[in-house]
């Protein structure tokens, strides 16, 4: 099982850009499909963007086209998830994960997460 490490979240102000990262463990990282998912206080957690293995195919949640881009590098093990136009919306704990299933099945394991907070 892969483990993964979220980073790069923090405080901004609503219409500025953040990116997280996601650092994953062992040499078969380029074998997964990832997701990128959040879960606002009160709320489900629910998917944001996810990428094949070789970072050709892409998926995003209606709410975040446009605005966010999830990409990878298979050498660094890690995915990344650009985030501009930042919304208050987007206020959230973000969690990366593996994609059991296309495009945007996670598996049970999750990481800490990482904190973003948009403010207005």
């Known amino acids: 099982q892969v483990q993964l490490t979220e980073s790069g979240g923090g405080l901004v102000q609503a219409g500025g850009s953040l990116r997280l990262s996601c650092a994953g463990s062992g040499r078969t990282f380029s074998s997964y499909r990832m997701g990128w998912f959040r879960q606002a206080p009160g709320k489900e957690r629910e998917f944001v963007a996810g990428?094949?293995?070789?970072?050709?195919?892409?998926n995003y949640a209606d709410s975040v086209k446009g605005r966010f881009t999830i990409s990878r590098d298979n050498a660094k093990n890690t995915v990344y998830l650009q985030m501009n136009s930042l919304k208050p919306e987007d206020t959230a704990v973000y969690y990366c994960n593996v994609l059991s299933q296309w495009p945007s099945t996670p598996s049970d394991h999750w990481g800490q997460g990482t904190q973003v907070t948009v403010s207005s």
């Open positions: 990428i094949n293995w070789l970072g050709r195919g892409t």
